[in-house]
């Protein structure tokens, strides 16, 4: 039982270059959430997907867009990368209200 | 406000009582949830509590909810150097999860 799969770990990208993040579980989870982590900021919601085949935007999703590819994969792609969005992501999925479960991270430096 | 707030350090000397305090936003929250991020790491669900309650205690750790106050604190007896982590704090609210910043617990020796 792998639980909440995130690729890649870390990525570099210049700016301008675009990338998706992966996000895959295998717990049936409903809800699927992206989150980023930035120094002093905690944990910021920038998409997420209460359902199969339903997408919310969170409180930063300016730059980014999400694809809810069936019920265990929700991917966040950056179109055009820029410095400001060198961050931690953190792909989380929960049945309904429960407790969220998280992945590893992926750790992206935009030069 | 629409934010959970944390305070952001707390310092405690091993074997003390670690207390992290959280105030949050909306009452009709169904849980309420402590998560801990050890250093380069995911976040860990360290315990919940479910709205309808006032204390859960787990082990070393004992959860208060004062739903009057929207106030929720953990507390971590005989605080342990493995215990060195950033704590959030996090409301259910609707679909989504809210975080508050994170509390930095540092161990004394």
């Known amino acids: 039982n792998a639980g909440v799969t995130q690729t890649p770990k870390f990525q570099v990208l210049k700016t301008g270059q675009s990338m998706t993040l992966q996000c895959a579980q295998d717990m049936n989870h409903n809800s699927m959430y992206w989150y980023r982590q930035d120094p002093g900021m905690g944990l910021r919601l920038i998409y997420y997907s209460a359902s199969e085949g339903t997408t919310d935007k969170g409180e930063v999703p300016n730059g980014y867009n999400v694809s809810r590819l069936n019920k265990r994969e929700f991917s966040l792609r950056l179109e055009s990368a820029a410095p400001s969005q060198t961050s931690v992501y953190f792909c989380?999925?929960?049945?309904?209200?429960?407790?969220?479960?998280f992945g590893q991270g992926t750790r992206l430096t935009v030069v | 406000g629409e934010d959970v707030e944390q305070s952001l350090f707390l310092s405690v000397r091993e074997g003390d009582s670690s207390v992290i305090n959280c105030t949050y936003t909306?009452?009709?929250?169904?849980?309420l949830y402590w998560y801990k991020q050890e250093p380069g790491a995911g976040l860990q669900l360290l315990t919940y509590?479910?709205?309808?309650?006032d204390m859960k205690q787990d082990q070393r750790l004992t959860v208060l909810l004062n739903k009057k106050d929207k106030h929720l604190s953990l507390r971590i007896a005989d605080t342990q150097t493995g215990d060195s982590a950033i704590y959030f704090c996090a409301e259910s609210r609707d679909d989504k999860i809210i975080f508050g910043k994170g509390t930095r617990l540092h161990i004394l020796p």
């Open positions: 989380a999925s929960r049945l309904w209200d429960t407790e969220a479960f």
């Open positions: 909306d009452s009709s929250s169904t849980y």
């Open positions: 509590i479910f709205s309808n309650m």
